[in-house]
């Protein structure tokens, strides 16, 4: 968890998503993937930022391509939202900070 | 407001060749180099989406796109370029300096080089939005995966059509390479790659009419170019590969440019109709729009560039 990113497996990835007090938020990603290399720094960045508001996981298809499956991922980058164990938002394609942040904007706590 | 001398938009092989000379140059350059997306239309350019890139010279053995534009980055990096992740949001080029806008910064430039490239065509059907992602994709490197022994098609004629059905045979039980010619545009070792591939097979003078499918792909309408009969096509994913348009839509009105939307550069060099302002690659080339091609107008670019600065200032 060096960047702020917890990293999930098959082993870890309800206890992960369902035991967590703030919305996780999970990276489908591979590394011949190359628009999730171009999202994973932004994907640090609003890690540390929101830090106790959302946390940021990632989840490898090609090692753990089982959890792609059940969700039915068929394209990568998809950032799965997940809040109270249930998938809240699906956010397909690689995307700016800027727009990222906009479509996070719900399960984030209201500013001010 | 910062101000720089020296200001390039765009970051695949053309902007960050310019960038890679421009530092070199101590001219101090920095790369507004788009934002991430799933089109082209991202930093690192069309490379990013393409798998083995075997005619680059220098790598005997091929190099992978993504790595192949990394490379070029962190190369540009070293020699002291600047790099802001942000899309360029409005150009004033009427008088000097020029002024760049992104989200929420501005930037005024003694000098710019223009390298926006180009993004991917879509076919234009309203079912496109909703299935993108969900079977239909823009990328083949990154889904193909997800395709594993199952029947799949590709759209285009060209080299990354073609290219991209080679690679998806390495998933796919069978691949439909969908081309509304009788001929592909390909070069010829990929066309004899494709027409030999047992998994290939080809679907001539035919275009995509509709997509089927509510939450996921199911399969696509495809219409005869000849006698406009139709037929079903059920398969599970289809890719995305019919030619590109350049990315100019932020200089209209501030660059010249033909009526197709590429930039028009004087012969034999990287300018445009506005002094200062330089474009390279495929924003530019509607003939040859290859990663040399484009590095080596980057390349220009920054020589130009360089030039004209000392010149003028």
């Given amino acids: 968890m060096a960047d702020g990113i917890v990293t999930l497996t098959t082993a870890s990835f309800d206890e992960t998503v369902n035991g967590s007090t703030t919305p996780v938020v999970v990276d489908f990603w591979a590394e011949w993937c190359g628009p999730c290399k171009m999202i994973a720094p932004i994907l640090s960045e609003i890690a540390v930022e929101q830090s106790g508001n959302l946390t940021i996981a990632k989840l490898n298809v090609d090692e753990n391509p089982d959890i792609a499956m059940r969700f039915n991922v068929m394209s990568i980058p998809t950032l799965l939202v997940f809040d109270d164990g249930e998938v809240k938002s699906r956010i397909v394609g690689a995307k700016g900070k800027g727009q990222l942040l906009q479509e996070l904007n719900e399960f984030l706590p209201s500013s001010h | ?313």
């Fill in chain 2, 1 to 313: 407001m910062s101000h720089r001398q020296v200001i390039i938009i765009g970051s695949g092989p053309a902007g960050l060749t310019a960038a890679i000379y421009a530092a070199r140059a101590n001219l101090n350059p920095l790369v507004i180099e788009g934002e991430p997306s799933s089109t082209s239309d991202q930093p690192g350019g069309q490379l990013m989406l393409t798998t083995e890139v075997e005619n680059f010279p220098g790598f005997p053995n091929g190099v992978m796109g993504p790595e192949l534009m990394l490379n070029m980055r962190q190369q540009a990096l070293r020699f002291g370029a600047e790099f802001l992740t942000e899309k360029v949001t409005k150009v004033g080029f009427g008088s000097r300096p020029f002024h760049i806008e992104v989200r929420d910064q501005q930037f005024s430039a003694d000098s710019v080089i223009v390298s926006t490239g180009a993004q991917s065509l879509m076919l234009g059907l309203e079912s496109e939005k909703r299935l993108l992602g969900h079977g239909l994709s823009t990328c083949a490197t990154c889904d193909g995966f997800f395709f594993r022994g199952q029947e799949i098609a590709v759209v285009g004629g060209g080299d990354s059509a073609v290219e991209e059905a080679t690679f998806l045979t390495k998933f796919a039980s069978k691949v439909y390479l969908i081309h509304r010619r009788d001929e592909l545009r390909a070069s010829k070792i990929m066309q004899d790659r494709a027409l030999n591939n047992p998994k290939i097979e080809m679907v001539w003078n035919t275009v995509v009419q509709e997509l089927i499918g509510d939450q996921k792909l199911e399969g696509a309408v495809l219409r005869s170019t000849v006698d406009d009969s139709t037929r079903t096509l059920n398969v599970g994913g289809l890719f995305v590969a019919i030619g590109h348009r350049p990315n100019t839509d932020l200089f209209r009105g501030h660059l010249e440019m033909h009526d197709n939307g590429y930039l028009i550069t004087k012969p034999d060099s990287s300018y445009t109709n506005v002094d200062g302002v330089f474009a390279c690659g495929d924003v530019q080339d509607q003939i040859y729009r290859q990663a040399i091609t484009a590095a080596g107008s980057g390349c220009m670019a920054a020589i130009d560039c360089e030039r004209w600065l000392e010149a003028n200032h």
